[in-house]
């Protein structure tokens, strides 16, 4: 299994920025696709963004011009920028590995396939 850890959130007021790190060990076949979900209190995790090796990345409609996914396979770091930030987008956010990027973009849940981070919590008030 891939070994995962997040780090960067905090708390912001709306409009406010924030940038996600995600540290990973590397095993390339399983981090072909790696990608950042979140999970507000209640509610079900769900995917954010995603991002192949070879650059393909897809997001929510939620954060679409607003965060951008990156990712750095030197330095074995998946990145997260967060712009015009909303209360909405309050959550613990997970960083994520597969070795499918389809399989990542179509996840819901928490399914055994992908491997996890502890998560980062994300508070954005008004």
């Known amino acids: 299994r891939v070994q995962l850890t997040e780090t960067g959130g905090d708390s912001v007021q709306a409009g406010g920025s924030l940038s996600l790190s995600c540290v990973h060990s590397?095993?390339?076949?399983?981090?072909?696709?790696m990608g950042w979900f979140r999970q507000a209190p209640g509610k079900q995790r769900e995917g954010v963004a995603a991002i192949h090796r070879d650059g393909t990345t897809y997001y929510a409609d939620s954060v679409k011009g607003r965060f951008t996914v990156a990712r750095d396979d030197d330095k074995n770091i998946l990145y997260l920028q967060m712009n015009s930030l909303k209360p909405e987008d309050t959550a613990k956010y997970y960083c994520?590995?597969?070795?499918?990027?389809?399989?990542?973009?179509?996840?819901?849940?928490?399914?055994?396939?992908?491997?996890w981070g502890h998560g980062t919590q994300v508070i954005v008030s008004s």
């Open positions: 590397g095993n390339r076949h399983s981090t072909f696709a």
């Open positions: 994520a590995a597969d070795e499918f990027l389809l399989r990542m973009r179509d996840a819901s849940g928490v399914p055994d396939f992908l491997d």
